[in-house]
């Protein structure tokens, strides 16, 4: 097969437009990524898409993403973490997305100037905010199953959650400058991990009795 050209983009034509990534549907996980890239205004009573939040860890771009456009078809280059959010999105029938990485043009100085400061309204007008975490492990499964003990209405121990709670915030996308922007205007932001999901609220909730616990403790403690 020839070598496919690199994508390039067409210019965004007002402050308000907004790139969004349509990916097709697959068959299987494994299939490769392939999507067209739609122009819309970002407020407009159509607006149709979910923002993605994540963090874009190590810069190697070692992944590809297909790209067409009527007959015409193209590639960019992403990372591993970025190709295996798309993968799970497109898994789970979310096909409209905006990302950085792909719905912004990163090699236009003038266009990024413009449109990070843009960003927070682009959040908060997305249909839906989904926080990509990277890939599950044990420590994540362990540490959803418990938040999910938590929306039951049971109680937790604070040794547990403590020690959890410590382990998942080392994830990457909790030290990121955007947290707050990206995760407290959007809709209904859903936390991903691998293939585990979960309400952000969870983790908030789950959080904030943890420090009940703590700041009761300590009133004891005082106390004697």
């Known amino acids: ?4 050209p690199r994508y390039c983009y067409k210019p965004l034509e007002t402050l308000m437009t907004i790139r969004v990534l349509v990916l097709n549907a697959a068959t299987s996980v494994n299939e490769p990524l392939t999507c067209a890239i739609e122009h819309q205004q970002r407020d407009s009573a159509t607006a149709d898409y979910c923002a993605i939040s994540y963090a ?3 810069p190697n771009f070692t992944h590809q993403l297909l790209l067409s456009s009527g007959a015409d078809v193209a590639h960019l280059a992403i990372t591993k973490n970025v190709d295996g959010l798309l993968r799970q999105m497109r898994s789970l029938d979310i096909r409209r997305l905006w990302i950085d990485a792909v719905c912004l043009n990163q ?11 843009e960003m927070g309204a682009i959040y908060r007008c997305a249909n839906m905010v989904h926080i990509w975490l990277g890939e599950s492990d044990e420590a994540a499964e ?12 049971n109680d937790l121990s ?9 382990e998942f915030a080392e994830r990457p996308w909790f030290h990121r400058r955007w947290v707050i922007q990206e995760a407290c205007l959007s809709r209904r932001p859903l936390l991903h991990c691998g293939k585990l999901r979960l309400p952000l609220s969870a983790l908030v909730s789950a959080t904030q009795q943890l420090a009940m616990n703590v700041r009761t403790y300590q009133k004891i403690e005082t106390e004697y």
Do not use: C, N
């Not at 418990?146 to 209405?153: A, Q």
């Not at 604070?158 to 410590?166: A, C, M, T």
């Open 158 to 166: 604070e040794w547990s959650l403590g020690g959890l709670l410590r």
């Open 107 to 117: 090699d236009d100085k003038t266009e990024k100037s413009r449109q990070i400061p």
């Open 56 to 58: 874009w860890g190590v």
């Open 1 to 4: 097969m020839a070598k496919l």
């Open 142 to 153: 362990a540490a959803f199953e418990l938040f999910k003990t938590y929306g039951r209405g």
